[in-house]
Nanobody, 114 residues
Framework: VQLQACGGGLAQAGGFLTLSCVSS????????VTWYRRTPGGEREWVAR???????SYAASVNGRFRITRDDARNTVHLQMNNLKLEDTAVYYC?????????WGQGTVVTVSS
């Protein structure tokens, strides 16, 4: 499985970005796809998860601002990030676990400026 994360960039506080995680394998094979982020301080945070039954879950820090969705036809999971805050600045990674193996995308950088 290869995961390709993209869509990061520079945004102003209050703005929005959409990240995408494209899988080389049918995402219906995955129980879930998760977005994590690593902050400038080095801390890894769980951000959002979508299960193959479309149940979504969010970290408290992004709940109500971020939305995770899946496009099964394109084997892609999106993370729509609205009302961005300075503290959303991080490297964002997508992740899945298949047959007890972990797979990570390469990371996409999100920088939020004031």
């Amino acid at each position: 499985v290869q995961l390709q994360a993209c869509g990061g960039g520079l945004a102003q506080a209050g703005g929005f970005l959409t990240l995408s995680c494209v899988s080389s394998r049918n995402i219906l094979d995955f129980n879930a796809v998760t977005w994590y982020r690593r902050t400038p301080g080095g801390e890894r945070e769980w951000v959002a998860r979508i299960h193959n039954n479309n149940i979504e879950s969010y970290a408290a820090s992004v709940n109500g601002r971020f939305r995770i969705t899946r496009d099964d036809a394109r084997n892609t999971v999106h993370l729509q990030m609205n009302n961005l805050k300075l503290e959303d600045t991080a490297v964002y990674y997508c992740h899945t676990n298949v047959e007890r193996r972990n797979y990570w995308g390469q990371g996409t950088v999100v920088t939020v400026s004031s």
